[in-house]
């Protein structure tokens, strides 16, 4: 009996997305803003002026599409991002967000299912601003 899916396997729906960028720099700070950020931690929504900010440069444009970013600090996933120009990103996290003040960083997706690495891990640590950082 034939199957409905012309014989593609999971490898094979893998190698047609688009490749996710590999990152040339990751800088973090902690910034206090006048107004609150919303953030969502477990289905609920809170406000936080005290917030970590990761900026991230890649070697790519992220390719969009119904996706977005997904930045793994060490064991921490952030994916609250903004665009910041061609090959930018901020990534945001409430400032209690416990992060290694060395810790490897890389990207995969948000917005399919549970986010996963998808560049490779501990080639690049995340590094601290000296206005704001740790």
């Known amino acids: 009996m034939a199957t409905q899916d012309g014989g593609a396997g999971?490898?094979?729906?893998?190698?047609?997305?688009?490749?996710?960028?590999?990152?040339?720099?990751?800088?973090?700070?902690?910034?206090?803003?006048?107004?609150p950020r919303r953030f969502f931690t477990a289905g609920q929504e809170h406000a936080e002026s005290d917030v970590l900010e990761v900026d991230v440069e890649t070697d790519a444009d992220f390719?969009?599409?119904?996706?977005?970013?997904?930045?793994?600090?060490?064991?921490?996933?952030?994916?609250?991002?903004?665009?910041?120009?061609?090959r930018r990103y901020r990534f945001f996290a409430p400032a209690s967000t416990p992060v290694a003040k060395d810790a490897a960083v890389c990207l995969g997706r948000a917005g399919s299912g549970i986010p996963r690495p998808e560049t490779p891990q501990g080639l690049l640590r995340l590094e601290w601003s000296a206005d704001g950082g740790q």
Not at 14 to 32: C, E, L, N, Y
Not at 72 to 82: A, C, H, P, T, W
Request: hydrophobic fraction near 35%; aromatic fraction near 4%; avoid cysteine.
């Open 10 to 35: 999971p490898e094979d729906t893998r190698k047609q997305r688009p490749a996710v960028p590999g990152i040339k720099s990751a800088v973090a700070r902690r910034v206090r803003y006048p107004k």
């Open 63 to 86: 390719p969009i599409a119904g996706t977005g970013p997904a930045l793994f600090v060490g064991d921490m996933v952030l994916i609250d991002s903004e665009r910041m120009g061609e």
